[in-house]
């Protein structure tokens, strides 16, 4: 009998100088604005999954600065049973949409777009409190 295993997947809520953070608009289904993220390749470490998902997603070159959580709720997402490490990075220049992008846009915690989908207005959340606990 096969196993079937969670997918891990990256994301990374990349935040601009001074100006907010980065989320995109989803060509795909869920359509909706999302963390710029994707899945993480065999062979491949987190850290360079989340590198390559945002360069591929916003064409920026970021910086990861820490490691913010895993999310691993089974229902997180209703296509399967996705297991999510989330990367707080910095960048600079301009966001531009990549192929799995409608639209991209720089956001803070009072104008985020609706909706949010997956679970990341959870993890929005979770980021913006864990910025006011480090300050």
Known sequence: MPYKNPIP???IIIELEDRGIVLIQRFNEPH?????????D?????????IREAKEETALD????RQLRTYSDPNRDYR????????VARASGQPQPGT???EIGVFTRENLPDPLVF?????LQDYFDSVQ???
């Open 100 to 102: 799995d992008s409608r």
């Open 80 to 87: 399967q049973h996705n297991i999510s490490t989330v990367f």
């Open 9 to 11: 997947t990256v994301d």
């Open 119 to 123: 679970d990341h207005a959870k993890i």
């Open 133 to 135: 606990a480090l300050r």
């Open 32 to 40: 909706g604005w999302a963390i710029p993220g994707g899945y993480v």
């Open 42 to 50: 065999y062979g491949e470490s987190l850290e360079t999954a989340a």
């Open 62 to 65: 970021v910086e990861l600065v």
